[in-house]
């Protein structure tokens, strides 16, 4: 995560955000890995209440629309629908917990709180802080992804052995859409700011990536529009491995995510520091 | 005159090299020349110059909107540097020093920001990992200092069952718990009871006794003269005196005052401005201030049937003296 969001060479090391020496922007991945534990510290306390609003909603979805429409819909793809949907829903619950984590807890840390400006007083960077938050949102998503995984497989709902690595995937799919959050929350005035992104992005995205209906179905000028949503590509990975139908492809769909997230974190980045170092 | 750190790999290590240099050479821990800041089109630090030596503890005592925090975050390479130079620890405050400037800087916060999430144990270990304090190490530290204000017994609670005085105490522990050579705290009994700000003073003072370096605001003129080894009176972005709060009273105050209260008319005054080194008329008060040996029996004389407050002079004094031009405004 560390090292697709600072980039490769050294001067993009020294100044990967641009900001002309504005602040001192190595990343220390020690201090990364501090931020992260502070946020699995305080998740502790909530951990129940914190895995049942990430399961519970996909779950109930699931039963509710794979079986429940399935049995209408029949195959699709060559695949019961319900497992076509399952193989998809994995994605968007990955983007769901990972975009609350940047946007409402990372806001209610950043001004509620005033964790940022503590931490700020010490040797941890903004940047560091932001890092570490994203890091924090992926292994939440890596917890979520594999009590999917689990349950989906006890549900029959998974019928490829690489499924096995659908939590690894929820991980990496997971960095880009925590770094988007990052994007909308260092824009964010108010609470209500949130809800254009969850209206017009987060909900745009869960129902045109594919989960409900092969994107080839549509008409291809919006494939195309479809194919530029990040969760468009997360979900095609998640389906490949939970249906084993594995392929060149996949590499593509990584990269694009890749290519997300490193856009995305560094605009976060330069935005935060803006607003935060005044 | 510290070697200015090269840009490469090493430059955290130079940086804590050199810092060891410049603190045995004696160099002061806070050197500030010019120091400038502004928002948009207000001058909020309007050239300011001073300097910490250490063991010392200086206060910044001035009105709110005076440049005090403004200033003290520039210090602590939390906002940058408007204009001049600050140099801490012999390094100079920049984006290159950052962190090796704070690993070594304490910083209490005017408005809390405990971590709400954590108990009060945790706040301080989490804390010290932001240091790279070792968890072994952290704890001892922790526990230690937990002691030392009074917090042991509360070490599990959660953050909004405390006052705002055990809260003031446990970021001030916090600010401890990487042993910093620098201690900055921002308004550090602003919004408490006078119990607990005395408590917070007598910790302070405990802090001074062993030697730690520190910086404080105040608005509290009294908090200034209880804590500081040398005020600087800031006001509108400028320092307009400095000295040991002793000093600054002698200077610009005097010695002892006489305050009568209204209604009070020209013949009063008249009677006793000869008899004053100085007579100063405010809506709640005429005020006569003695100086040098000048004696106060005349005084006391001319204002004989009347009501009135005998006094030593003190720091609301040198301030009001020295911010009466904006009084006047």
Known sequence: ?278 | MPVEPQPSAAAGAAAEAEVEVAASAGEAVIAARGVTKRFGEREVVCGIDFAVARRECVGFLGPNGAGKTTTIRMLTCQSPLGGGEIRVFGLPVGPRNERAIKRRIGVVPQDENLDPDLSVLVNLLVYASYFGVPRAEAARRADELLRLFALSDRQDARIDTLSGGMKRRLSIARALINHPDLVVLDEPTTGLDPQARHLVWEKLRELGRRGTTMLLTTHYMEEAAQLCDRVLIVDAGRVIAEGTPRELVRLHAGREVFEVFPPFDDALRERCAPHASRVEQAPDALRFYLDGDLPAEPLFAALAGREFLHRAANLEDVFLRLTRRDLRD
Request: aromatic fraction near 12%; include cysteine; proline fraction near 4%.
């Open chain 1, 1 to 278: 995560m560390i090292d697709t969001s600072s980039g490769g060479d050294s001067a993009l090391l020294r100044d990967p955000f641009g900001l002309g020496g504005a602040t001192d922007e190595r990343i220390h991945p020690a201090s990364v890995v501090r931020v992260v534990r502070r946020n699995f510290l305080s998740w502790r306390r909530f951990y129940r209440a914190s895995l049942v609003s990430a399961l519970g909603d996909p779950l109930l979805f699931l039963f509710g629309i794979g079986w429940g429409l399935g049995r209408f819909v029949g195959e699709l793809d060559g695949v019961p629908y319900a497992q076509f949907v399952a193989s998809g829903i994995v994605a968007s619950s990955v983007m769901n917990v990972a975009t609350f984590e940047t946007t409402f807890s990372t806001f209610a840390r950043m001004r509620e709180q005033r964790t940022y400006e503590a931490i700020r007083a010490t040797p941890v960077s903004l940047t560091e802080i932001m890092a570490g938050d994203v890091l924090w949102a992926c292994c939440k998503c890596l917890l979520t992804a594999t009590v999917m995984t689990l349950v989906l497989w006890i549900a029959g709902l998974l019928r490829s052995p690489w499924a096995a690595l659908l939590p690894v995937a929820g991980f990496l799919v997971g960095v880009p859409f925590g770094a988007i959050g990052m994007c909308v929350t260092s824009r964010a005035q108010s609470w209500d700011y949130f809800t254009y992104y969850f209206t017009f992005g987060v909900s745009l995205m869960f129902y045109f990536s594919g989960i409900f209906f092969p994107l080839a179905s549509m008409p291809g000028a919006l494939q195309a529009i479809a194919w530029c949503l990040p969760l468009a590509h997360g979900v095609a990975i998640t389906r490949a491995l939970a249906l084993g139908a594995l392929g060149p492809m996949l590499l593509v769909h990584a990269a694009v995510l890749a290519l997300y997230c490193s856009v995305t974190f560094r605009l976060a980045a330069r935005w935060m520091h803006r607003r935060l170092v005044t």
